[in-house]
């Protein structure tokens, strides 16, 4: 609902020449976690016309920005990527810059995150290394992805983020936005289900690709509060105050933490070199078993060869000659000529 909208004229305040909203869905209760769950909760969801609601989060970190003429917030950076902990505290990150070139448009009548074509496209190949390849990705218009399991099967969705620093943001902070926040699973059949990630594909054909939307699911994990200015009345004008949610489920952030660079999560990771006490040393092992064996078999087929040629030697003793010829058959074990060539050896 852009500042032009008639809706606006009956919530105008007339000293300040300004109308207030803000936003702030929720998600739908389950029996079990209330993690990877599609859908609102229309009774609970905060949405406020004429003023903001916004008494928990005042003194709480938020990100405070203009718009730019048509009601969309430019962007300086857009980036995907995750926070490395110890302990529960983050010492490092790591993102790769998807751009900047597309400006923000905020939008509950969107489910999920749009994303410009060539911006989904190198998304998607970045979370085929979140995912170790089993993602598949729709590129047709609102495409989504899809994993074969639930949700929690893949811990990379809980450890990645986007995050977005917007152009004429005034009090230095940036937003971290959870990948989590927009998977939900699926029931396919009784007992199993996939998970779905409503990243959503926008063809560069469309006029809408031409902004990232962020949806109704953007607003489940933060509140928005915000100000149409008509002080202008030719040129009404537009801000908008992000906080993380009340209900925050995932993790989102608002703030200005710098982070040291950690590890690249996008490069596959080699091998391990087996340590010398492991791997190496039981390799060492098998080769002197290996020696042994070789050796007592030739040790022991020379005993055998002995023997056979000492055999072969008595039989040939028993020969008796008189007057230069062969007596009887004494000549029955002499050896043949080929177990002669062998003796010889």
Same mark, same amino acid.
């Given at each position: 609902?852009?500042?032009?909208?008639?809706?606006?004229?009956?919530?105008?305040?007339?000293?300040?020449?300004?109308?207030?909203?803000?936003?702030?869905?929720?998600?739908?209760?389950?029996?079990?976690?209330?993690?990877?769950?599609?859908?609102?909760?229309?009774?609970?969801?905060?949405?406020?016309?004429?003023?903001?609601?916004?008494?928990?989060?005042?003194?709480?970190?938020?990100?405070?920005?203009?718009?730019?003429?048509?009601?969309?917030?430019?962007?300086?950076?857009?980036?995907?990527?995750?926070?490395?902990?110890?302990?529960?505290?983050?010492?490092?990150?790591?993102?790769?810059?998807?751009?900047?070139?597309?400006?923000?448009?905020?939008?509950?009548?969107?489910?999920?995150?749009?994303?410009?074509?060539?911006?989904?496209?190198?998304?998607?190949?970045?979370?085929?290394?979140?995912?170790? *390849?089993?993602?598949?990705?729709?590129?047709?218009?609102?495409?989504?992805?899809?994993?074969?399991?639930?949700?929690?099967?893949?811990?990379?969705?809980?450890?990645?983020?986007?995050?977005?620093?917007?152009?004429?943001?005034?009090?230095?902070?940036?937003?971290?936005?959870?990948?989590?926040?927009?998977?939900?699973?699926?029931?396919?059949?009784?007992?199993?289900?996939?998970?779905?990630?409503?990243?959503?594909?926008?063809?560069?054909?469309?006029?809408?690709?031409?902004?990232?939307?962020?949806?109704?699911?953007?607003?489940?994990?933060?509140?928005?509060?915000?100000?149409?200015?008509?002080?202008?009345?030719?040129?009404?004008?537009?801000?908008?105050?992000?906080?993380?949610?009340?209900?925050?489920?995932?993790? *989102?952030?608002? *703030?200005?933490?710098?982070?040291?660079?950690?590890?690249?999560?996008?490069?596959?990771?080699?091998?391990?070199?087996?340590?010398?006490?492991?791997?190496?040393?039981?390799?060492?092992?098998?080769?002197?078993?290996?020696?042994?064996?070789?050796?007592?078999?030739?040790?022991?087929?020379?005993?055998?060869?002995?023997?056979?040629?000492?055999?072969?030697?008595?039989?040939?003793?028993?020969?008796?000659?008189?007057?230069?010829?062969?007596?009887?058959?004494?000549?029955?074990?002499?050896?043949?000529?080929?177990?002669?060539?062998?003796?010889?050896?």
């Amino acid at each position: 609902m852009g500042p032009s909208s008639f809706i606006w004229e009956g919530f105008v305040n007339p000293d300040s020449r300004r109308s207030v909203y803000s936003l702030s869905l929720a998600r739908l209760q389950t029996s079990g976690s209330p993690r990877f769950v599609d859908g609102v909760n229309q009774v609970s969801t905060n949405i406020t016309l004429g003023s903001a609601n916004d008494e928990w989060y005042q003194g709480k970190p938020n990100a405070l920005m203009t718009s730019l003429s048509n009601y969309s917030y430019g962007v300086d950076n857009f980036t995907f990527g995750r926070i490395y902990e110890e302990n529960g505290v983050a010492t490092s990150e790591y993102f790769y810059a998807l751009g900047n070139t597309y400006p923000v448009t905020f939008s509950t009548n969107f489910k999920g995150l749009g994303l410009p074509a060539n911006i989904y496209s190198e998304f998607v190949s970045l979370l085929e290394y979140v995912t170790f *390849g089993d993602v598949e990705c729709d590129n047709t218009i609102d495409g989504i992805c899809t994993l074969p399991a639930p949700c929690a099967n893949y811990t990379g969705l809980t450890e990645f983020d986007f995050k977005v620093s917007f152009t004429n943001e005034v009090n230095g902070n940036y937003v971290r936005v959870p990948l989590a926040a927009f998977a939900y699973n699926k029931l396919v059949t009784l007992g199993v289900e996939t998970c779905n990630i409503d990243v959503n594909y926008l063809p560069s054909s469309n006029s809408q690709s031409q902004d990232i939307i962020m949806g109704g699911k953007f607003f489940q994990e933060f509140f928005g509060v915000f100000i149409n200015d008509y002080n202008d009345p030719a040129n009404p004008d537009q801000a908008a105050q992000i906080y993380v949610n009340e209900n925050a489920e995932y993790g *989102g952030y608002v *703030g200005n933490v710098v982070l040291p660079t950690g590890v690249n999560p996008f490069v596959p990771t080699p091998p391990t070199p087996p340590s010398p006490n492991s791997t190496s040393g039981l390799a060492t092992v098998w080769i002197i078993v290996i020696c042994v064996v070789v050796a007592a078999l030739l040790g022991f087929l020379g005993f055998l060869l002995y023997r056979y040629k000492m055999a072969a030697v008595g039989r040939g003793t028993q020969v008796v000659y008189t007057d230069g010829k062969q007596i009887n058959a004494s000549g029955a074990n002499e050896p043949s000529a080929d177990e002669r060539r062998l003796l010889d050896v």
